[in-house]
């Protein structure tokens, strides 16, 4: 049961991940330097070190009985984490919901999944379950390359119809590879990270809460460089004035949201990797990655993203769609198998 729950959390947090960016496409009044800058400055508030005062006693006792080695490895990859997600948005506002969402979250998940499992627990890459594990990421791989495929037809489609061509696709694809590799250093903090956890065990904080104080160093560290990148560009650009207008308009609505559901789909993914076995993260990761694309392309599709592309993209981005189910079925056989 407790599995079956954490792989439902896993699921609700990758759902929230993949539409957390959706004030992006939206905003009217405002540029993307300020959804984002102010975005991030919410998650940063709101979330992170709230809930970690809220659920964990004594929380800096609890840092200071964790090696500083530690502690800099979790803050460095909250930092890698933080750049990759500037660039994230600009691929969003690039490429949409749909496809943008599809790409970053299958690169994610290559080197936020393999690639920790081989440095971290090597053997298991040579058991039942390891083979399980790659085959689905072979089988994700697929799909979100037919996803692609699918994007790619519906911008020479959309191209077509406006007779002129919007030369974002590569610039895009660019920006997707980049934050892909860069983003995945979010799973490596949370693996790194289990002597927090284990320590915030032994100080008698509930299992579902133990990660919270893994969360409020890589969160900082994140959300930190995006505000700072966001009132930047705001400054740089002289759209700081752009946040006076309306009052509490779709833009701050859009900002909250992105508030809550950026940190809080992580945070909801770390209970249920937990709560899904020792082999959670490895495993637990892509398949939020995979609930993160599929509610992408769900967003971007009832946002009209798809509308005048044609039968034949639509019916590409099914298959792909389809071929994802699949791999998110085998993800979660593997961390079962890998559980023993």
Partial sequence: MAFLVGVLLVALGGILEGLFSIPVTKVKTWEFENIWGVGSLLALLLLPWPLSYLFVDNLWELYSAIPNSVLISVISCGILWGIGGIYWGRAIA???????????????????????????????????GGYILILAIIVMIIGVVIISIAGQKKEEALNTKDHKKTGTFRIGILFCLVSGILSAAVNFAFIIGTPITEEASKMQVQDYATSFAIWSLVFTANFSINTFFGFYMMMKKGTLKNLSKGSFSREWIGAIFMGLAWPGGIIIY????????????????????????????????????????????????????????????????????MNG
Avoid at 96 to 122: D, K, Q, R, Y
Avoid at 297 to 316: F, T
């Fill in 270 to 337: 770390g209970i249920g990797a937990n709560a899904m076995g020792p082999y959670g993260a490895y495993a637990g990761f892509p398949m939020m990655i995979l609930a993160s694309i599929l509610a992408g392309n769900l967003a971007g599709a009832l946002g009209g993203e798809w509308k005048n592309s044609g039968v034949a993209p639509r019916r590409i981005m099914i298959t792909g769609i389809l071929v994802l189910c699949l791999a998110f079925s085998l993800l979660g056989y593997s961390t079962y198998v």
């Fill in 94 to 128: 690039a490429l949409g919901m749909a496809l943008g969402v599809s790409i970053l979250m299958g690169l994610i998940n290559v080197f936020g999944s393999i690639v920790p499992l081989s440095v971290f627990e090597p053997h298991k890459l040579l058991t039942t």
